[in-house]
């Protein structure tokens, strides 16, 4: 099974929106809803932003927004904040014999 | 506060079997629902997942790495434990457990900060 594609980076200016892609399959990204996006800074634990598609946990900022289209996956942040800067990865079920399949991940940098 | 934290050695040698264990506060495997899994991530490489473990003791594995992974839990601990042996090289990565609650299966939602293994002679 082939990582998600992800870009390996974006950049934006505080304020700005910066949209990331994950492009899987059907047997991943486009068969299920269950794509999920996280955010991990340097050193530290990977954070779940957003989850089955396009929800959001408790806590985390309206800012950010998944889409799905096909077979890619997308992550907005809006309204770019210095904090935001880090590096995120995409993950998506791939049935029960693969179970899960993560992006690449991509490193968003705020100007 | 859930927290999960992993420990084991952080240098192993070829053929040897890593032992890797998963403290977690904040929350019971005993739980309907609960799972944990383990991931790990080879150096400027991709998350990749490892097993999952149940509340009910159900066991899942990577089809790649499954002759080599056994993974177990101990409830009154709070502890998950992952073995993989005859370790490689290549098996160099930063391990990670992660939560995955019943609300949000089969995604997880938090993870421990990870513990780098070396293997090298």
């Known amino acids: 099974q082939s990582a998600l594609t992800q870009p390996r980076s974006v950049s934006g200016s505080p304020g700005q929106s910066v949209t990331i892609s994950c492009t899987g399959t059907?047997?991943?990204?486009?068969?299920?809803?269950?794509v999920s996006w996280y955010q991990q800074h340097p050193g530290k634990a990977p954070k779940l932003m957003i989850y089955?598609?396009?929800k959001r946990p408790s806590g985390v900022p309206d800012r950010f927004s998944g889409s799905k289209s096909g077979n890619t996956a997308s992550l907005t942040i809006s309204g770019l904040q210095a904090e935001d800067e880090a590096d995120y990865y995409c993950?998506?079920?791939?049935?029960?014999?693969?179970?899960?399949?993560f992006g690449t991940g991509t490193k968003v940098t705020v100007l | 506060q859930v927290t999960l934290r992993e420990s084991g050695p952080a240098l192993v040698k070829p053929t040897q079997t890593l032992t890797l264990t998963c403290t977690f506060s904040?929350?019971?495997?005993?739980?309907?629902?609960?799972?944990v899994s383990w991931i790990r991530q080879p150096p400027g490489k991709a998350l990749e997942w490892l097993a999952r473990?149940?509340?009910?003791?159900?066991?899942y594995y990577s089809t790649s790495l499954k002759t080599r992974l056994t993974i177990s839990k101990d409830t009154s601990k709070n502890q998950v434990v992952l073995t993989m042996t005859n370790m490689d090289p290549v098996d160099t990565a930063t391990y990670y457990c992660?939560?995955?609650?019943?609300?949000?299966?089969?995604?997880?939602?938090?993870w421990g900060q990870g513990t780098l293994v070396t293997v090298s002679s």
């Open positions: 993950c998506s079920y791939a049935g029960s014999y693969t179970y899960w399949v």
């Open positions: 089955d598609v396009s």
């Open positions: 059907s047997s991943d990204v486009g068969g299920y809803n269950y």
């Open positions: 473990i149940d509340w009910d003791d159900d066991k």
């Open positions: 992660a939560r995955i609650p019943p609300d949000y299966d089969p995604q997880p939602d938090y």
């Open positions: 904040g929350f019971s495997l005993s739980t309907s629902g609960m799972c």
